[in-house]
């Protein structure tokens, strides 16, 4: 057999990494090339089509079930059964694919996992392939970790007890600059899907799993069907059958909630379920009405509970959306992060987490989601009290639920304002996060919460509506450019005087202060912040 040919795809300004070789080599970057030339120019398409719904929503302030797929929402159709490495959902960890992540993530007791190559990973070249690297270590169990600090070793319980691994690429919009192909970037997504599955998808069947994704930032069905194409030519190209790959797509934005139906019937040969992503569902609802008036001005984001009647009217809509059409429906995150110092915190925490966690067992859901080990038993006793033996509870096809269109996006209905505290932790946290952003950190301890890209979003989105509709706080203070840099600086200084100049000095302090102004305050609203970040995030 001749070796294959020297791929099309040129590594562009990175260093050098240990193995790297393993991960890129001329097959595997030669599918990503193919990827690429395939089905870069319909994501490109479909980009462009966002940014006329969105002009369209600024229009008409409203949003619809969509007309010409009547026939999809009436008919009669189920997504492909779940394979049995995916029938039993119940609890989900996220994180990042770092060494110690993908051992401790693997060995939690969660009945999946998320290796996140998307909002909890910041996208440096060194986590891209590293992360890749770790997960075939951990298919052939030859991965291990000492952490340096403590000495402490990390090593893969037996098979039969690791979580399924379920892989998130990055959302279509980001590109990976250090892969280029007639010196134009590759999509992130294709770049972290095509390495993975290439690598993969062969190991993973014969360790009676197979490649499960996560699709995030799905804005519309015509998305899922491009991804749908892209798993039909992936199967095809590596030699398994055909329905082998299984997604969930996270219902993380306002647009695609419309589009739940569509969205499983492009994908159902290839349909795992849909998951409640409820911190980047509130980051989307604000972008797109963010110039809609008052009655879509959303407060603070801790007053934003799921049990918001907007907010019940997308879960319930879910459930019964996946269940209707045989799919598991993923219930949302418990950011907490125990406390080693705080025992009271940790009380009150739990005992949200477990509330949160009942409540979804019992409006349906067949799994949610936790960001840390210690949260895996309380959510796995919330939804053990409710399915007992059972996998899932798809035969729960709530039929007592009616959505219609108005209640997604009736923001007004939540009795809660936009406080000056709620502008203050805008601010505190948008700054600390964007900071270990670009040093190369996704998943971010602040405040005791596990906090993502999809919390800077909601922060700076939040910043930019109340001064752009002229929000009056509590205190008589409005919010305006001025006030939101005289809170920035004050953190900065706050930040420097806690840290100490010399650690101020070696992180990214000032650099995240600017971005998180520049996205919060320009007039021209970026669609991501993750966008202007990447350029200034080295290596």
Not at 282 to 304: C, H, Q, T, Y
Not at 412 to 423: E, H, I, Q, R
Request: contains cysteine.
């Amino acid at each position: 057999m001749s070796a294959p040919a020297p791929s099309p795809l040129a590594i562009v300004d990175a260093e050098p990494l240990p193995r790297q070789e393993e991960v890129l080599t001329d097959a595997a970057l030669a599918f990503v090339a193919e990827l690429h030339r395939l089905f870069t120019p319909r994501r490109d398409e479909l980009l462009a089509r966002r940014s006329e719904r969105r002009a369209e929503i600024a229009r008409t302030s409203t949003l619809d079930f969509l007309p010409d797929t009547a026939q999809v929402r009436e008919g009669d159709w189920k997504v492909a059964p779940a394979p049995a490495a995916l029938n039993d959902r119940r609890v989900e960890i996220t994180g990042p694919t770092d060494r110690k992540m993908t051992i401790n993530a693997l060995n939690s007791g969660a009945k999946v996992w998320l290796a996140d190559f998307e909002d909890a990973s910041a996208p440096t070249w060194e986590n891209v392939v590293l992360g890749q690297r770790n997960l075939i270590d951990a298919y052939e169990r030859r991965i291990d970790f000492t952490d340096p600090k403590s000495g402490k070793t990390y090593a893969l319980k037996p098979a039969e007890e690791l979580a399924t691994v379920v892989m998130r690429p990055r959302g279509w919009h980001l590109d990976e600059r250090h892969l280029q192909f007639d010196g134009r970037p590759v999509p992130g997504a294709l770049v972290d899907f095509g390495l993975y599955f290439f690598h993969n998808a062969k190991r993973l069947i014969e360790l009676g799993k197979g490649p499960y994704f996560y699709l995030p930032k799905t804005e519309s069905h015509l998305e899922a069907r491009l991804w749908n194409e892209i798993f039909v030519f992936a199967q095809d190209y590596v030699g398994i059958p055909q329905g082998t790959v299984r997604a969930t797509v996270l219902i993380e934005t306002i647009t695609a909630a419309y589009e739940m139906e569509e969205i499983l019937y492009e994908l159902r040969d290839h349909a795992a379920g849909l998951n409640a992503g409820r911190w980047d569902y509130l980051f989307s609802i604000v972008k797109n009405f963010r110039d809609g008036g008052a009655k879509f001005v959303l407060p603070d984001r801790n007053a934003v509970t799921m049990t918001a009647p907007f907010m019940r009217a997308y879960t319930e809509l879910l459930v019964r959306t996946c269940h209707k059409r045989g799919a598991h429906a993923i219930g949302g995150m418990a950011a907490f992060i125990p406390s080693r110092r705080d025992a009271e915190v940790n009380k009150v925490a739990f005992e949200k987490v477990k509330a949160d966690k009942d409540r979804e067992a019992a409006d349906g859901f067949d799994g949610s989601w936790v960001a840390h080990p210690d949260l895996v038993p309380i959510a796995m006793v919330s939804f053990d009290a409710v399915l007992g033996d059972k996998p899932n509870q798809k035969e729960r096809l709530r039929e007592d639920v009616s959505v219609a269109p108005g209640e997604l996006i009736a923001i007004d209905s939540l009795d809660a304002v936009p406080t000056y505290d709620g502008l203050v932790s805008a601010v505190q946290v948008g700054i600390r996060y964007i900071e270990a952003w670009l040093r190369g950190l996704g998943a971010v301890a602040i405040f005791n919460l596990m906090e993502d890209a999809a919390t800077a979003e909601i922060s700076r989105s939040q910043i930019w509506q109340w001064i752009n509709a002229g929000v009056v706080f509590e205190n008589g203070q409005k919010a305006t450019p001025e006030l939101a840099r005289k809170i920035a600086a004050e953190e900065l200084a706050a930040i420097r005087a806690e840290i100490g100049d010399e650690a101020f000095a070696a992180g990214k302090w000032q650099q995240a202060h600017d971005l998180l102004l520049t996205v919060s305050l320009d007039e021209d609203y970026a669609d991501f912040l993750t966008l202007p970040a990447y350029e200034q995030l080295r290596g």
